[in-house]
């Protein structure tokens, strides 16, 4: 049974920091290009960052290059990401999607940035 689990979302104040985790099982996650996503109310879902299967070169959104990072650790089958200097903007629920000969979607997790 596939499964993509992401954990860390919480309510944080502007400037703070969080570190999403997203655990996987049931396939191949080494093979497998990982990509964290998120979805505000009212807004349609984008793209964040990714990292390649082997880890190596990854990408950001606009909105979030200097601010985020995007790992992943193959021995644990887990994908990251560290949020700093975080704004109301980034209120979202958090995505991680696995992308190779299919696709596969986490639960979401829910950041909140306010004071």
């Known amino acids: 049974q596939v499964q993509l689990v992401e954990s860390g979302g919480d309510l944080v104040q502007p400037g703070g920091s969080l570190r999403l985790s997203c655990a996987a099982s049931g396939f191949m996650f080494r093979n497998y290009a990982m990509s964290w996503h998120r979805q505000a109310p009212g807004k349609e879902r984008e793209l964040v960052a990714t990292?390649?299967?082997?880890?190596?070169?990854?990408s950001y959104a606009d909105s979030v290059k200097g601010r985020f990072t995007i790992s992943r650790d193959n021995a644990k089958n887990t994908v990251y990401l560290q949020m700093s200097s975080l704004r109301p903007e980034d209120t979202a629920v958090y995505y991680c999607?696995?992308?190779?000969?299919?696709?596969?979607w986490g639960q979401g997790t829910q950041v909140t940035v306010s004071s």
């Open positions: 999607r696995a992308t190779s000969a299919w696709t596969y």
């Open positions: 990292i390649p299967s082997g880890g190596g070169t990854t």
